[in-house]
């Protein structure tokens, strides 16, 4: 799949009060084109997400949505530098601007 560049984790809170704890792994892949496959995802997961799309550094570092976790758009730099991080780097679970998790 690539190298694992990133990892985040963190413990948060559903809308309907339950607790959850999320682990997410980054890889680095360069492909042609995208196609979700949304078959693994769980009805929770399905629920939150309304589009997909391929976001630039710039992307990242300008809309006016919360990017999490903190530190992707310079990691992202980073990797489409040519650069790879000799271990994988830890990306902040919590919101930049708020300190927790939105």
């Known amino acids: 799949m690539g190298p694992l560049v ?6 948060w809170t559903r809308h309907d009060g339950t607790p959850m704890r999320s682990e997410h792994s980054f ?35 300008t809309t006016d949505e919360c990017v999490l976790p903190a530190g992707l758009a310079d990691l992202l730099e980073l990797l489409l530098s040519g650069e790879m991080p000799s271990e994988p780097v830890v990306l902040s679970w919590d919101s930049p601007d708020t300190g927790t998790r939105p």
Do not use: K
């Open 27 to 61: 890889f680095f892949l360069r492909v042609p084109s995208l196609q979700v496959d949304f078959s693994g995802m769980e009805e929770f997961e399905r629920s939150l997400l309304d589009v997909f799309r391929w976001w630039t550094p710039a992307d990242l570092r």
């Open 6 to 11: 990133a990892t985040s984790v963190g413990d």
